[in-house]
């Protein structure tokens, strides 16, 4: 009993350590040996013979351009991680010294420290596969296609926002200098799994230890290796958290869409962020743009897929009526506020003529139309950035044509407009982005013409009719929208109503 009660003493008298002043960082430094420093001629060493065996041998894991990537990248890390150690060893300490349960500095809380260590970097690792934003910080790592040791190399420059992860073990209460030891020892591990010259090891290894096979099947790119064994020194969270497996087949390394710039090392850190900002400013608002960021790449990938016409036709094509009587309704709501000018049943809509017009929107009881034309530029050329403008034709002022105004051109019958090459465009309402109008040439005449898809077919959009019957200023009773649409191979022309 004396005996566990000492024990239990030595314990309890581990926690409650003093403060570390601030001012004394480099003390602190200089207790935490730089293992990496150490390591770094074994490192090297070791990464040059592979090489040599590679280059006089039959199986070549090297490439010059990915290994020149992979040096500058490395480099690049160095210097990001001398800026960054007094930054992270102060956060180290400002953490440590707000808790009450502060531990003294005992090289035996080194083993549980290195394997919880263990466990905040698999999620860290896991989460970055799932969320782009972290994946931005981590997609630099699998963008090699050759598997050697300089793969160890290609670490993030902006890695340490993944230092959130590590929060909750800083707030255990180890000393900072533990903390890092363990953050130095994991780093080092890691290096000699990323190497195609170990084969497999002992079943037990191989099943709870990271290993180089272990470790090639996370980097491969086949469907079943994609997100598997995140763990750095220990699988069994990956066992633990049904993502572990083991190498049944050579991996094809690198990304599902390759780089085509090997070597420059700014591309390869950034060039994820540069893709999430263009895929933010395309995107429809404020959902899609969280989605754009956070989303896990494969579901925006799939996401991507779905919006490109080129790829997914037929899928685009359905459900295109029921978008048309979403937008038009939006827009009248619109229209209503904006430009309400009513006159009686017995008046007939106009038809707008004129030889760049393409389609145009009327409703009744409002006389005015609303024309949608191709844009030429003042030498004769279609415009590529906006090739079709609206505009107004205000018949109750002798049929002047007016520019729309900002608000209408932005939230109602605003067009958004993308090349798509070969003299073709893809144009899209504001008021409703999901549906794709596409401005084609006809063989028939070489001339542009609007079309929607329906069931596989291109139908020439004539004109769109709106029917109104009653209801209030601000919710009018729509009674059934007409689409005015001619087929393309026949030129009959169809009319589909929608009822509402």
């Keep these: 009993m004396a005996t566990i009660t000492s024990i239990w003493t030595d314990f309890i008298s581990l926690f409650g350590a003093a403060r570390i002043n601030l001012d004394s960082i480099a ?22 013979v592979e090489f040599i065996f590679s280059h006089f041998g039959d199986h070549k894991t090297y490439e010059k351009k990915e290994t020149l990537g992979s040096l500058l990248v490395g480099l690049g890390n160095l210097a990001v991680n001398l800026l960054m150690k007094a930054i992270l060893i102060y956060g180290a300490i400002w953490i440590y010294n707000l808790l009450p349960w502060r531990m003294e500095m005992s090289w035996w809380t080194l083993i549980p420290c290195f394997v919880l260590y263990d466990c905040c970097s698999y999620w860290s ?35 340490h926002f993944k230092t959130v992860f590590f929060i909750p073990l800083a707030m255990m209460g180890f000393h900072p200098v533990v903390f890092l030891v363990a953050s130095q020892l994991s780093t080092l591990y890691q290096f000699w799994v990323h190497t195609e010259a170990i084969g497999k090891l002992n ?4 099943k709870y230890f990271g290993t180089p096979s272990n470790h090639r099947v996370h980097h491969g790119s086949q469907a079943k290796y994609l997100d598997k064994n995140f763990g750095a020194t220990f699988m069994i969270w990956d066992h633990l958290f049904g993502t572990f497996q083991y190498e049944e087949e050579k991996p094809v390394y690198g990304l599902t869409t390759p780089l085509e710039n090997k070597t420059n090392p700014f591309v390869l850190n950034f060039h994820e962020y540069q893709d999430m900002l263009e895929d933010v400013r395309k ?68 038809t707008p003529t004129g030889k760049n017009l393409l389609f145009f929107l009327q409703r009744t009881p409002d006389a005015n139309t609303v024309i949608y034309e191709l844009n030429y530029r003042e030498d004769g050329t279609l415009d590529p950035e906006a090739p079709v403008k609206g505009s107004w034709i205000r018949y109750e002022e002798q049929a002047k044509t007016k520019e729309l105004s900002s608000i209408e051109k932005k939230f109602a019958y605003g067009l958004k407009c993308k090349a798509l090459g070969n003299d073709q465009y893809e144009i899209r309402l504001v008021a409703y982005k999901k549906m794709p109008m596409y401005l084609l040439k006809s063989g028939a005449d070489n001339k542009y013409h609007i079309y929607i898809k329906d069931e596989g077919k291109n139908l020439l959009l004539k004109r769109v009719f709106v029917k109104v019957n009653g209801g209030s200023f601000w919710f009018p009773k729509v009674t059934y929208i007409d689409l005015i649409t001619a087929n393309s191979e026949t030129g009959m022309e169809i009319l589909k109503r929608i009822n509402i």
């Excluded at 079943?203 to 191989?206: A, C, G, L, Q, S």
Aim: charged share 15%.
């Design 283 to 350: 995107s429809d608002g404020i959902r899609e743009c969280l989605f754009f960021i956070f989303a896990s790449p494969g579901k925006i990938y799939l996401h991507k897929l779905k919006r490109d016409p080129k790829q997914q036709p037929e899928r685009e094509s359905s459900g295109h009526a029921k978008a048309t009587a979403i937008i038009l309704m939006i827009m009248l709501l619109l229209n209503q506020v904006l430009n309400a000018q009513p006159v009686g049943d017995g008046h007939p809509l106009p």
């Design 27 to 48: 003390s602190v430094q200089e207790k935490a040996p730089n293992i990496v420093a150490y390591a770094l001629p074994t490192v090297f060493l070791l990464t040059i």
């Design 203 to 206: 079943p037990f290894i191989e």
């Design 125 to 159: 690792h896991r989460i970055s596969h799932f969320n782009r934003f972290f994946w931005a910080t981590h997609v630099v790592h699998h963008s090699a296609e050759h598997y050697n040791l300089t793969v160890a190399f290609r670490q993030s420059w902006v890695q």
